[in-house]
């Protein structure tokens, strides 16, 4: 409404009253700023799963977002996990199923400061096939005592971020259907 009071050089006032006028619904900030970056519609497109091997990937990609997924961030669907085969299903599943540029996900690494930062995001980067541009600054935590974690891992938590507050709506109303 303020950018149409701007443009027609009248007060915000005067366009709500016409919109009331003419039953024209108000959208709410995080619907018009939404539609303000997504200007041709969502930029993913939801395939129902047509044969088995979708199916099995639905149903895996949902439970790993149920289970390993951060649900608590309204904006984006994040999942993060040391296990390289866990995230390709999961980004395979983001591209099979929502229909996903896979150029759009980033990427967030946390380490241990006893494992080289530098060494850590070049394998996830040849391991997933990801430009340097995807990732986010990498945080490095500091490790504690000698022997209080045996077997660190020597890779880090990879977390995949996808920022779109609609898809991660969807997402999570089908964990709320299944469970």
């Known amino acids: 409404m303020q950018e149409i009071a701007k443009l027609l050089n ?3 006032h005067k366009i709500k009253y016409w919109m009331d006028n003419y039953g024209i619904k108000i959208r709410t900030i995080s619907d018009a700023v939404y539609l303000k970056h ?7 497109k939801i395939r129902k799963p047509k044969t088995m091997e979708e199916a099995v990937l639905y149903g895996l990609g949902v439970g790993l977002y149920w289970g390993e997924g951060t649900k608590s961030n309204t904006n984006s669907i994040r999942l993060g996990n040391t296990d390289p085969r866990l995230i390709k299903k999961f980004i395979q599943f ?20 006893d494992l080289p930062a530098i060494e850590a995001r ?3 980067e040849k391991e997933l096939n990801i430009s340097p541009k995807q990732f986010q600054k ?13 077997k660190k891992n020597k ?3 990879l977390t995949i971020y996808y920022n ?3 898809l991660r709506d969807i997402l999570c109303k089908e964990i709320e259907s299944i469970s």
Do not use: A, E, H
């Open 155 to 157: 890779t880090g938590v």
């Open 164 to 166: 779109n507050r609609k």
């Open 122 to 124: 070049k394998f996830w």
């Open 138 to 150: 990498v945080v490095v935590t500091n490790s504690g005592k000698v022997g209080t974690y045996r």
């Open 10 to 12: 009248c007060s915000v």
């Open 94 to 113: 983001l591209d099979k199923i929502y229909g996903i540029d896979f150029r759009k996900l980033k990427f967030g690494l946390q380490v241990f400061s």
């Open 38 to 44: 997504n200007p041709n519609g969502d930029p993913f």
